[in-house]
Nanobody
């Protein structure tokens, strides 16, 4: 059973940075594709980023535009989302997720989810 525990997030001023963490329950980030999604009330979850087999097999949502970086530490079984130059449109609940099947930009492909963490960007 895969369990994902998220940390990070919070309140940040526009232009600032945050780093989200997502820790698995054992060899998770080495075994599965890891994704980040975000959701605002009343809308579906939006693809943010994913990392598949290798550390260079990475994809981002179109809106990221070089501002976010997904990475992982296999020894810590943790995947990160570094978010820079945040703006108010980045305000959302962010979720990490694990999957063994694609397409990895679709939330329906993911079987295990973190608890979510709120990111609020103020001007």
């Amino acid at each position: 059973q895969v369990q994902l525990v998220q940390s990070g997030g919070g309140l940040v001023q526009a232009g600032g940075s945050l780093r989200l963490s997502c820790t698995g329950s054992g060899r998770t980030v080495s075994t599965y594709a890891m994704g980040w999604f975000r959701q605002v009330p009343g809308k579906e979850r939006t693809f943010v980023a994913c990392m598949r087999g290798s550390d260079t097999d990475i994809y981002y949502g179109d809106f990221v535009k070089g501002r976010f970086i997904i990475s992982r530490d296999k020894a810590k079984d943790t995947v990160y989302l570094q978010m820079d130059n945040l703006n108010s449109e980045d305000t959302a609940v962010y979720y990490c997720a694990a999957s063994y099947r694609g397409p990895f930009y679709e939330s329906s492909s993911y079987d295990w989810w973190g608890q979510g963490t709120q990111v609020t960007v103020y001007s």
